[in-house]
């Protein structure tokens, strides 16, 4: 049950897009298509943004869009804004019904 | 409107024992799985352990087997979490969240609390 390898931080300026990258195995990211993804702002709940790779939930942007190729999902943020600034953390479903997480990426708005 | 709010947290020593507990509103609880999942501070999320929506299945990462216990009461729409055995990598906020599905097979949970802190300490 090792950790999802995401890039510890990543940056962009608003209006960039920006792409976070979520790697496992054949064990789990590989496996299944149930990655999912949360943002997470200092002293709030984890928010779900995406969920199956690529669906979004009632009430996410669409600048929100994520994909699966192989062992690595990935998450992408278009039209980047301020309040898009938070900890992102990769989810996955994993082999004998366990879920895994990523170490979460931090992403600034410059 | 979909509510969990977690509770039973505090300072507690190095083989000592918690019951954590999360309440439920807004949504028909017994329909859904539930899932416990803590951050340690410094780190990323760990997701800890999930209870099927009828209690009948539960599940657990390796590093908590033997030491915790997930278990729900379906009647008062309330999640528990028994820590047995806490050594200071217990150290965390906890925090509970509800699935998308029945069963623990989803990986996706829409609702998250804000969690409550154990803290394991001599």
């Known amino acids: 049950q090792s950790a999802l390898t995401q890039p510890a931080s990543l940056s962009g300026s608003p209006g960039q897009s920006i792409t976070i990258s979520c790697t496992g195995t054949?064990?789990?990211?590989?496996?299944?298509?149930?990655v999912s993804w949360y943002q997470h702002h200092p002293g709030k709940a984890p928010k779900l943004m995406i969920y199956?790779?690529?669906k979004r939930p009632s009430g996410v942007s669409d600048r929100f869009s994520g994909s699966k190729s192989g062992n690595t999902a990935s998450l992408t943020i278009s039209g980047l804004q301020a309040e898009d600034e938070a900890e992102y953390h990769c989810?996955?479903?994993?082999?004998?019904?366990?879920?895994?997480f990523g170490g979460g990426t931090k992403l600034t708005v410059l | 409107e979909v509510q969990v709010v977690e509770s039973g947290g505090g300072l507690i020593q190095p083989g000592g024992s918690l019951r954590l507990s999360c309440a439920a509103s807004?949504?028909?609880?017994?329909?859904?799985?539930m899932n416990w999942v803590r951050q340690a501070p410094g780190k990323g999320l760990e997701w800890v352990s999930g209870?099927?929506?009828?209690?009948?299945?539960?599940y657990y990462t390796d590093s908590v087997k033997g030491r915790f216990t997930i278990s729900r009461d379906n009647s008062k729409n309330t999640l528990y979490l028994q820590i047995n055995s806490l050594t200071a990598e217990d150290t965390a906020i906890y925090c509970c969240?509800?699935?998308?599905?029945?069963?623990?097979?989803?990986?996706?949970?829409?609702?998250w609390g804000l969690g409550t802190l154990v803290t394991v300490s001599s």
């Open positions: 209870i099927s929506g009828d209690g009948g299945r539960t």
């Open positions: 969240a509800k699935d998308m599905g029945f069963l623990v097979d989803t990986a996706s949970f829409d609702h």
């Open positions: 054949t064990s789990d990211v590989g496996s299944y298509n149930l």
């Open positions: 807004g949504f028909s609880f017994r329909s859904y799985a």
């Open positions: 199956q790779v690529s």
């Open positions: 989810c996955s479903y994993a082999i004998g019904s366990t879920v895994v």
